[in-house]
C-alpha cells in the first residue's frame, strides 16, 4: 500500500491505486484489478463505479450490446483532465459546507427569537461580506498582519488594470518584509501581455508564479490561517466568505497545494531561466549592500525590515547564485559584475 497522495481530492486509497493502475496498463479489467491489488470483488466493483461517476475510468471500445458492469477494457482519463475534474469537484463541496455554515447564524438568531432573546449570534468563525470596498480592506489588512505566507489561486486569463493597480502595492509590502508569496493562475493568461508583466515583475521582487492548465478555484490564503473565497465563484457580486474555522481553512490550504503541486513555472512556460549573469532584483540588491558592509545580520534584517531568518536565507541563496564559497567572496563576485 502507498501513500493516498489523491486523498486532498477526495478519493480513496483504494480508489487511487486503481486509476494508477489503470494509467500504467491502459484496457485491465475488473479480474486484473483484484488479482494486482488484492481487494475484494465487491470492494473493487464499488470503486469502480465511483471513479466512473467522477469521470476517472471508461470502458474502452463500449457498444450497445456490452453493459459497463462487464468492466472490462478499463481506460483512465488524462492526468490533467482527472486532477482538474476532481479540484472543481472538491472546491464545489467547500463551497456548499461554507455556505452552510454562514447560514447557522441567523438560524441561532431565529431560533432564539422564539423564546424572546435577543443575543448576537455566536462567532463560528467564517463570515460572509457583500460590500466590495470592506472586502478591499479586510484584505488589505490580512495582508498587512500576515507574517509568514500569502497563497493565491486566481482562476482569471487576465487581470484588469484597476486589480493590478489595486494588488502591486500589497503583494509587493508583503515581499519587502520578507514573506512567501506564491501565486496560481491559468496557463491562457500568458495570452494577456500586462497579466505577464505583472507576474514577471512579483517574480523579480522574489514571489513564486506557477500557472496550471485549468482550475475555478479562487482562493487567497493568509499564513494558513485565514483563507478568503467568493460565496459563489460564478458570481462575484455576491460577495467573499472570510474563514478561520481550522477544519475548512485545513481543506481549503489542501485544496491550494493540490493546484501548486499540478502547476508549472512561470519561468519555465516561457522558456526562461537565470544565468549567472542576470542582474539581481532590487531586493537582492539591497541584501548584497546590507550583507558587505560586514554588519551582523540583526541589523541587515532590521534595515530591510524581515526578519534574521528570512535575511540569512535571502544570503544563502545569493551565495548560492554567485558560487561564492563565503561572505567575502560573494561580495567579491558581486562587485565584479556590477551588482552593487
Not at 479586510?138 to 486566481?154: H, Q
Not at 458570481?235 to 466568505?241: H, N, P, Q, V, Y
Not at 481543506?251 to 501548486?260: D, H, M, Q, T
Amino acid at each position: 500500500m502507498g501513500t493516498n497522495e489523491m486523498s486532498y481530492l477526495g478519493l480513496t486509497e483504494e480508489q487511487e491505486q486503481i486509476y494508477r493502475l489503470c494509467l500504467r496498463e491502459p484496457g485491465i479489467g475488473l479480474d486484473g484489478l483484484i488479482d494486482q491489488l488484492r481487494l475484494p470483488p465487491n470492494a473493487a466493483r464499488r470503486e469502480l463505479r465511483r471513479l466512473r461517476e467522477l469521470g476517472l475510468l471508461r470502458n474502452e471500445g463500449f457498444s450497445p450490446g456490452r453493459s459497463a458492469a462487464d468492466d472490462e477494457g478499463l481506460a483512465a482519463a488524462d492526468p490533467d483532465v482527472a486532477v482538474a475534474r476532481l479540484l472543481d469537484l472538491r472546491l464545489h463541496e467547500l463551497h456548499e459546507k461554507l455556505q452552510r455554515v454562514t447560514q447557522l447564524q441567523p438560524l441561532v438568531a431565529s431560533l432564539r427569537a422564539e423564546r424572546g432573546e435577543v443575543r448576537e449570534p455566536a462567532v463560528v468563525g467564517i463570515e460572509q461580506v457583500t460590500d466590495v470596498p470592506k472586502i478591499r480592506d479586510r484584505i488589505d489588512d490580512l495582508a498587512f498582519f500576515a507574517r509568514e505566507e500569502v497563497a493565491v489561486v486566481e482562476p482569471g486569463v487576465a487581470l484588469r488594470q484597476d486589480e493590478i493597480d489595486q494588488a502591486r502595492p500589497r503583494v509587493l509590502r508583503c515581499l519587502r518584509r520578507g514573506l512567501s508569496v506564491r501565486t496560481v493562475m491559468v496557463r491562457k493568461a500568458l495570452d494577456h501581455p500586462p497579466t505577464v508583466a505583472y507576474l514577471r515583475e512579483l517574480e523579480s521582487h522574489g514571489a513564486r508564479v506557477r500557472l496550471v492548465t485549468h482550475t475555478t478555484a479562487r482562493i487567497q490564503m493568509y499564513d494558513r490561517r485565514t483563507a478568503v473565497v467568493p460565496v459563489d465563484p460564478e458570481e462575484d457580486a455576491r460577495g467573499a466568505l472570510f474563514a478561520q474555522e481550522t477544519g475548512l481553512v485545513s481543506n481549503i490550504l489542501a485544496l491550494f497545494e493540490s493546484i501548486w503541486a499540478e502547476s508549472e513555472d512561470l519561468g519555465t512556460l516561457l522558456g526562461e531561466w537565470r544565468p549567472e549573469e542576470s542582474a539581481p532584483s532590487e531586493l537582492e540588491r539591497m541584501v548584497l549592500r546590507a550583507m558587505c558592509s560586514g554588519g551582523k545580520d540583526e541589523a541587515g534584517a532590521r534595515d530591510l525590515g524581515v526578519s534574521v531568518r528570512t535575511y540569512r536565507r535571502y544570503v544563502a541563496d545569493l551565495m548560492q547564485l554567485l558560487g561564492a564559497g563565503n561572505r567575502p567572496q560573494a561580495a567579491l563576485l558581486a562587485r565584479e559584475r556590477g551588482w552593487i
